[in-house]
């Protein structure tokens, strides 16, 4: 079964910095990779325990996706999407934790 996608608020900021190409991968085929297995994540431990952390790899240069699921609606919240390098630390901020 397929989940149904929500986005944070603050995701379309997230999606103007990447390049268009970049764009239509991730709402093309990773989005859609997530909301047919949400489990391909990987589970975060510690402060961001309970998010899952897609990784992917554009141009020599990797990004992540965060999100969360409820699993009584079959949702995923997608929580933030951008390159690697300060991801978690910006993810905190995010969910104020």
């Not at 239509?24 to 297995?37: G, Q």
């Not at 949400?38 to 240069?61: C, M, N, T």
């Amino acid at each position: 079964m397929t989940y149904r996608d929500e986005y944070h608020p603050q995701i379309k900021k997230d999606l103007k910095k990447l390049s268009p190409n970049l764009r239509e991968a991730i709402m093309t085929e990773h989005i859609p990779a997530i909301l047919s297995n949400p489990e391909k994540g990987e589970l975060l431990a510690g402060d961001l325990g309970g998010i899952f952390s897609y990784h992917l790899k554009f141009v020599r240069q990797e990004y992540r996706i965060a999100y969360v699921t409820e699993e009584g609606t079959k949702t995923v919240f997608v929580l933030m999407i951008g390159k690697r390098g300060e991801f978690y630390k910006l993810l905190k901020r995010r969910v104020r934790i």
